[in-house]
């Protein structure tokens, strides 16, 4: 059987106001889970809850079974990874740095790294092939690589989850494509949880296993194939058709 790592019982999240009706979700080892809806819906309040960021109203979260409220931030950082969608106060250190952050919740008070964390770091950055980047700020990358590179860190913290928020915001078609299809390795070779936001559903749902859908209010779980053959997608890429021809009727 399969574990959970992450289980959200009664979920209420949002600021003053919860944003949708109580969730109970369930995220397990080898889960590429992609979350989906309009704009403002609340995908971001959503990941910064699940990973501790932002306080949850009411309801529950465990992470492999421990109350997320109730294990020190050193030990999350052991179990949950986040890569936000803008990094910018980031900007300024290295892709070496950044990487080397990953092995911050395993390090003493000093940061210490002993050899073993060197060679995750290292092995790490070869494999996403930051290699000739390491001693660049992310500021100079482009969006494709600072995004390799968050990720990369992410992978180096050794976390059963990572939450990923807009991933492939800002990066061309192909480099969407090939980042997901990473996710996917990582997921496959690491039997890692990986939960994403992304607006590129037609793509999303090609590497995804299950849908976090927000609908009028509520949160739906589907299966990739429920999804589409329930004609999900077909209702959002026609709302988002809608917008479109809105905005180039305004503007004519």
């Given at each position: ?5 992450l ?94 952050m ?19 770091i ?37 976390t ?31 039997n ?25 209010h ?19 890429t026609?709302?988002?058709e ?10 004519k």
């Open positions: 059987m399969t574990e959970c790592l289980h959200t019982d009664n979920l209420e999240f949002g600021y003053k106001k919860p944003l949708t009706a109580p969730v109970s979700l369930n995220a397990s080892a080898g889960d590429i889970i992609c979350i989906i809806g309009r704009n403002g819906c609340g995908k971001s309040t959503l990941l910064n809850t699940l990973t501790g960021i932002k306080p949850l109203l009411s309801g529950r979260i465990t992470l492999k079974n421990k109350d997320i409220n109730k294990i020190s931030l050193r030990e999350r950082c052991r179990l949950i990874s986040f890569v936000p969608s803008k990094p910018e106060f980031l900007s300024n250190l290295t892709v070496y740095e950044l990487a080397a990953g092995r911050s919740p395993y390090t003493n008070i000093f940061d210490n790294k002993t050899t073993d964390d060197i060679r995750i290292e092995s790490a950055i070869r494999d996403f092939n930051l290699t000739d980047f390491q001693e660049r700020t992310l500021w100079s990358l482009s969006d494709g690589e600072r995004q390799r590179a968050m990720i990369c860190r992410a992978v180096i913290q050794e059963p989850v990572i939450i990923l928020d807009e991933p492939t915001a800002f990066l061309d078609y192909y480099v969407r494509q090939k980042l997901l299809a990473d996710l996917k390795e990582l997921s496959d070779k690491k890692k949880c990986i939960i994403f936001s992304s607006h590129d559903i037609e793509i999303a749902v090609k590497y995804a296993t299950k849908i976090w859908f927000f609908n009028s509520k949160i739906e779980e589907f299966s990739v194939e429920d999804f589409v053959n329930k004609g999900l997608l077909n209702t959002l026609k709302v988002e809608e917008k479109t021809q809105t905005w180039e009727n305004l503007i």
